[in-house]
């Protein structure tokens, strides 16, 4: 079946560090890979995402490509900030209606 | 556009209890979606609706967990009885044209069942 695997958190940066978060996956045909922000309190918000293999989404300095060859979709920023932290989600879905989500890796961001 | 919308945000019951969750996706949108968070299990899907009607309930954990759509603007997820088990944070979220662009996601209700 589908799913998703996110590095463990929490990850702790300084602030304008490069951040990379790894997210692979397993999907039964083409799936479109997305990741989410979630900030404390609140829903998970869509950051950015690509629908077929070598697509790059990008959104607020955030980057992600999809890697079919090695079923990738790592996020990356080259300078984070403190209002970045929170915990990011890598996700799929193969029909658009059925989202598989990793467990999440917080952020948190030092000044 | 106000988003999608959850009442309560928190709701403390006890066990036994019945317990309503209420939604009210974004206008427009076609497809409402039930999610419960736990630190445990992460995001699970409990249910989804595409024009109101339920297309898959396969994540709905047991029988005690009811959901339903009358109209295209309000959901409700019930829980009864209640138990501690169930203490979670349920989000609803809706979307349009298959999701493509993603979801949209409600701020969620914290239920705690003591």
């Known amino acids: 079946g589908d799913s998703v695997t996110q590095m463990e958190g929490p990850v702790t940066l300084s602030e304008e560090a490069f951040l990379t978060i790894n997210c692979t996956y397993t999907?039964?045909?083409?799936?479109?890979l997305f990741w989410y922000v979630q900030y404390p309190g609140e829903g998970l918000q869509l950051l950015l995402k690509a629908t077929k293999a070598d697509d790059k989404g990008s959104n607020k300095g955030f980057e992600a490509t999809y890697r079919k060859e090695t079923t990738s979709f790592h996020l990356e920023k080259g300078s984070v900030q403190v209002s970045d932290s929170a915990v990011y989600f890598c996700a799929l879905t193969e029909d658009f209606n059925k989202f598989y989500f990793g467990s999440g890796t917080k952020l948190n961001v030092k000044p | 556009d106000a988003g999608v919308i959850q009442s309560p945000r928190h709701e403390v019951t006890e066990m036994g209890q019945e317990v309503t969750l209420r939604c009210k996706p974004i206008s427009g949108h076609n497809s409402l979606f039930w999610y419960r968070q736990t630190m445990m299990r992460g995001l699970e899907l409990l249910i989804y609706?595409?024009?109101?009607?339920?297309?898959?309930d396969s994540g709905m954990p047991e029988d005690r967990f009811s959901a339903k759509m009358p109209n295209a603007s309000f959901s409700t997820l019930k829980i009864q009885p209640s138990e501690p088990r169930d203490s979670a944070v349920y989000f609803c979220?809706?979307?349009?044209?298959?999701?493509?662009?993603?979801?949209?996601f409600g701020s969620g209700t914290r239920l705690t069942v003591v």
């Open positions: 609706f595409n024009n109101n009607v339920p297309i898959d």
């Open positions: 979220a809706s979307s349009s044209g298959g999701a493509i662009y993603g979801y949209t």
């Open positions: 999907a039964t045909g083409y799936p479109s």
